[in-house]
T-cell receptor, first 114, second 112 residues
Framework: DTAVSQTPKYLVTQMGNDKSIKCEQNLGHDTMYWYKQDSKKFLKIMFSYNNKELIINETVPNRFSPKSPDKAHLNLHINSLELGDSAVYFC?????????????FGPGTRLTVT | QKEVEQNSGPLSVPEGAIASLNCTYSDRGSQSFFWYRQYSGKSPELIMFIYSNGDKEDGRFTAQLNKASQYVSLLIRDSQPSDSATYLCAVNPLQGAQKLVFGQGTRLTINP
């Protein structure tokens, strides 16, 4: 059983399009995250949700909109895609907001904007 | 100054030797420190965490923390080719304590 799953694994699209990435965790965790990893491997948090409530929004452009229908799911919708959005997007979850608990990462979604 | 800094490498170490990975952080009030391993094309996975000054050992891995110097390191003893990966240092800063801040990672290659 996959603990944290993401779909799709690869996403190739043109500038200006709108796309979504879905994430699900079956660990019973309360907290979920979205990270962006650029070509230089720099992993940066974008959002975190705790029990469907937005906790962290790291000055991400408004074109990025997360949605958490329940605590097991955290989706990411991106409007008007730009070249600079090309990266690997990782979803992660942790037991709760107490960060020392281990964060489990999904397999990542490689987004390429052409 | 970046919040968490690592030498991006690559760091090459012969098989069986000790690999030493270093990380410095800027927020003096940081509370907890993590080492993640990321194989090429895969997701990060937690291998060690440390909260207190000193050493913490887990198998072949030892994490070392020096809060006065704002420095954390990871030692890998008896390095194996399977240890070849990018190692990400992550810090839980006092300000914004509900997140991890990652360094850019050090790429480690173990040569047989």
């Amino acid at each position: 059983d996959t603990a944290v799953s993401q779909t799709p694994k690869y996403l190739v699209t043109q500038m200006g399009n709108d796309k979504s990435i879905k994430c699900e965790q079956n660990l019973g965790h309360d907290t979920m995250y979205w990270y962006k990893q650029d070509s230089k491997k720099f992993l940066k948090i974008m959002f975190s949700y705790n029990n469907k409530e937005l906790i962290i929004n790291e000055t991400v452009p408004n074109r990025f909109s997360p949605k958490s229908p329940d605590k097991a799911h955290l989706n990411l919708h991106i409007n008007s895609l730009e070249l600079g959005d090309s990266a690997v997007y990782f979803c992660a979850s942790s037991q709760d907001l107490a960060v020392p608990y281990e964060q489990y990462f999904g397999p990542g979604t490689r987004l390429t904007v052409t | 100054q970046k919040e968490v800094e690592q030498n991006s490498g690559p760091l090459s170490v012969p098989e069986g030797a000790i690999a030493s990975l270093n990380c410095t952080y800027s927020d003096r009030g940081s509370q907890s420190f993590f080492w993640y391993r990321q194989y090429s094309g895969k997701s990060p996975e937690l291998i060690m965490f440390i909260y207190s000054n000193g050493d913490k050992e887990d198998g072949r891995f030892t994490a070392q923390l020096n809060k006065a110097s704002q420095y954390v390191s990871l030692l890998i003893r008896d390095s194996q080719p399977s240890d070849s990966a990018t190692y990400l240092c992550a810090v839980n800063p006092l300000q914004g304590a509900q997140k991890l801040v990652f360094g850019q990672g050090t790429r480690l290659t173990i040569n047989p």
